[in-house]
Each structure stands twice: as structure tokens, then as C-alpha cells.
């Protein structure tokens, strides 16, 4: 089993800034990929940015390209979020996700354990 624990969520200004994280525990050699989504309530849960564990590569959904940035610790175990210019339509809770597939996946599938969520409230 892997653990996912998330924090760094809050509440902040519309133009701010948070930093999210992600610390992962239990079997973790056969990750490739770790993801961050966000829900709003009665909405699904959206895909915001993933990296590789080993190369690093990463993506992001349009929305939050220039302002997102995730990047990845392989020695601690962790991957992060770092969220600037935030804008109201950013507020949500925050889901980290760990894939086995060794691919850049979008979607709530390609992710086999997954965090409790943080909530991030932007207001305006």
C-alpha cells in the first residue's frame, strides 16, 4: 500500500501564492507518475499537472499553464505544487495522485492511490 499525504492548503488573496505538498510512505519503487487534480463540489474531479518520478517530464491542463508549477523530491518522497497568481476559479480541494503507468495520464484512471485533498480557497 502507498500513503499520500497532502498539506499546504489555505486560504489566500486572488494574485497570491501557495505551495502544496505531497508526502508519499509505503511501497513507493514502482511509481512513474504523480499528479495533482482539484474537485469543486458537484463537479469531478479535474486534472491540473503530473510529473515522472524518474525523468521528470510534466504536464499541465491550460487553465493553470505559467501560473502552476509542479516539481518532485525523489529523496523525500514527495512532489509539489507551486500555485501562483491564483485566481478564485482556483479554489477547490487539492487531490495528490500516484500512478504505476509510465505516462503523463489526465485522468482520475490512470492513478492508483490518491490523498485525502486540501482545500485551497482563493478569494477575490
Known amino acids: 500500500q502507498v500513503q499520500l499525504v497532502e498539506s499546504g492548503g489555505g486560504l489566500v488573496q486572488a494574485g497570491g501564492s501557495l505551495r502544496l505538498a505531497c508526502v508519499a510512505s509505503?511501497?513507493?519503487?514502482?511509481?512513474?507518475?504523480m499528479a495533482w487534480f482539484r474537485q469543486t463540489p458537484g463537479q469531478e474531479r479535474e486534472f491540473v499537472a503530473a510529473?515522472?518520478?524518474?525523468?521528470?517530464?510534466?504536464s499541465y491542463v491550460d487553465s493553470v499553464k505559467g501560473r502552476f508549477t509542479i516539481s518532485k523530491d525523489n529523496a523525500k518522497n514527495s512532489v509539489y505544487l507551486q500555485m501562483n497568481s491564483l485566481k478564485p476559479d482556483d479554489t477547490a480541494v487539492y487531490y495528490c495522485?500516484?500512478?504505476?503507468?509510465?505516462?503523463?495520464?489526465?485522468?482520475?484512471?490512470?492513478?492508483?492511490?490518491w490523498g485525502q485533498g486540501t482545500q485551497v480557497t482563493v478569494s477575490s
Open positions: 510529473i515522472t518520478w524518474t525523468v521528470g517530464s510534466s
Open positions: 509505503g511501497r513507493t519503487l514502482n511509481w512513474y507518475t
Open positions: 495522485a500516484a500512478g504505476t503507468r509510465s505516462f503523463l495520464g489526465v485522468f482520475m484512471g490512470d492513478y492508483d492511490y
